[in-house]
């Protein structure tokens, strides 16, 4: 009897790893497709614009620079291949942060700007324009940024301080994230109160997100935060898709759940001061890639993690084709683009997944 039972076991065995090798093989290719169609997008969104470029003028002048006419050049190398990979870096940030969120506060509405870091990157460009600051005789164009930053990591700072110092459970993170969101909005709404109307009509352009104030220093930054942080987030992404199956049960794996939420909130307040600081208030972005790729690949997060990521990039890259194409000779804001996408996007989306979110 033995002797018929243990093929039998065998053949189960071979066949559940057949699965999953198969399973494994398909998601491999899944982002693989995902990279080839934000290669494809990125590409497309150096050839749009007023300036109409082919396909092959633009792969000549970013591998050939020497081949295409010096305005040509100037078109691609100081204009557009600047925004174009500040919306991929950008959109892969967002959607990085927003898919470690979901996770960590076990919500499939969390983004990153549920813990008011959108609001508090507002606030620092804000009391620049309107109070005029300056430091050590440096440019607007740097100081806006950098306070922008720096008002984003200090929110991120004080919500990691009042949940550590109450306790880092879920309801306690998104409650401070909503409170500190509404009193930021809050504080912007009174500086847009006293300020004037051009300093008015300058908040309200960053609030609407833009890639105009793209620079190769910029991307290269905002890419560094990202190569930094994504093999953080890979090295625990064991552990996320372990808390997925609830904190009593990571914790019988060993998992401090805490810990985990806190390093983890921490890294998505980098990636997403680092994005904001450049670009403005761009939402959507980091909600809806997730569940893209969670849709796509599942929630192993070996390959959720970078879905998102490539989903994000993919999703503004988008975004910035739409942004000079929907008027031409107009360039449209990216977030009001990625506002207008992401509603009817979201919903669509809350629809497949049967309304169980």
Known sequence: MASDVLPQHDSESTSLAT??????????????????????????????????????????????????????RVIIWDVRLPQALLAVVVGACLGLAGAEMQTVLNNPLASPFTLGIGAAATLGASLVIVFQFSLFGLPSTIILPLAAFVMSALAALLILFLSRHF???????????????????????????????????????????????????EVTLVAAVLLLALPFSMRQSWAMTALLSGEEQAHSMGIKVSRLRLMVLMRVSVLTAAALAFVGEIGFIGLVAPHIARLLLGEDH???????????????????IASKMLIPGVLIPVGIITALVGIPLFIALIIKRGRTL
Do not use: C
């Open 302 to 320: 070996r390959f959720f993690l970078p879905g998102s990521a490539l989903a994000g990039a993919l999703l503004l890259s988008l975004s910035s």
């Open 167 to 217: 306790g880092a459970a879920v309801h306690t993170v998104v409650l401070f994230g909503i409170a500190l969101l509404f009193g930021l909005n809050a504080i912007v709404g009174l500086l847009q109160f006293v300020a004037d109307a051009e300093a008015v009509q300058q908040i309200v352009f960053w609030t609407m997100g833009s890639l105009a104030r793209a620079g190769m220093a």
């Open 19 to 72: 699965k999953y090798q198969r399973s494994i093989s398909w998601k491999l290719l899944l982002l693989s497709f995902l990279v080839l169609l934000v290669a494809g997008s990125f590409v497309f969104d150096v050839a749009s614009g007023p300036a109409a470029l082919s396909w092959l003028e633009v792969l000549n002048g970013l591998f050939q620079a020497d081949a295409v006419e010096g305005a040509v």
